[in-house]
Each structure stands twice: as structure tokens, then as C-alpha cells.
């Protein structure tokens, strides 16, 4: 079903084209580049220009800080809640290798 208003966003879009809205833009006769997933190209470029990482990277980059912080302290009670928060850590990267 088309968008209830797409005769007009068509005829904005002619009425653009006429006036040379579209003429002279950047990369402007070239072909598009390669897109390796089409139909999230949109959701996948609106995350990167956010800085969203995928959940694997950002639960790694987690456990990196805890394995530093881990070498960081001597406190054993601190060092077993560290460990056992490596470990939660480690199984939730598993789970989201295996789910991609």
C-alpha cells in the first residue's frame, strides 16, 4: 500500500528536480557505493553516525575494563565479585556470537 501522501512528496520532488535543487550535488554522476545489507542500509547508517557498536563489542569493551580493573586490585572480596562478573560477562558475549 503506498503512503497516503505520495503524490505529493512526488510532485515536491519533480517541482525540486525543475527548479535544479538536485543538480551539482556531491558524487553527483557516480555509483553508489557497495551495501553489503540493503534493506537495514538505513538503520545501519543512522548507528554508526550514533556511535552504536554492536552488542559483542560493547559487552568486550566491558570486559576489558573489568580484566583491568581485575589486575588493578588485591581486595579479594572485590576480585571474586569481579571474576563472577567476568564470567556473567563472557557467557552474554557467547550468547550473542551464537545468536548473530
Known amino acids: 500500500m503506498d503512503h497516503p501522501l505520495i503524490d505529493l512528496i512526488n510532485a ?3 517541482k525540486a528536480e525543475e ?3 538536485f543538480d551539482n550535488l556531491p558524487g ?3 555509483p553508489l557505493p557497495d551495501c553489503d545489507d540493503p ?3 538505513v538503520l545501519n547508517r543512522i548507528m ?3 556511535g552504536a557498536v554492536p552488542e559483542v563489542v560493547s559487552l ?3 570486559l576489558a575494563k573489568l580484566r583491568e580493573e581485575l589486575r588493578e586490585t588485591g581486595d ?3 576480585r571474586k565479585r569481579i571474576i563472577q ?3 556473567l560477562l563472557e557467557a552474554r558475549i557467547e550468547i550473542a556470537r551464537k545468536s548473530r
Open 85 to 87: 562478573d567476568m564470567s
Open 60 to 62: 568486550s569493551r566491558e
Open 39 to 41: 534493506e537495514n542500509a
Open 48 to 50: 554508526k553516525d550514533n
Open 12 to 14: 515536491r520532488i519533480r
Open 19 to 21: 527548479q535544479g535543487a
Open 76 to 78: 579479594r572480596s572485590a
Open 28 to 30: 553527483s554522476g557516480k
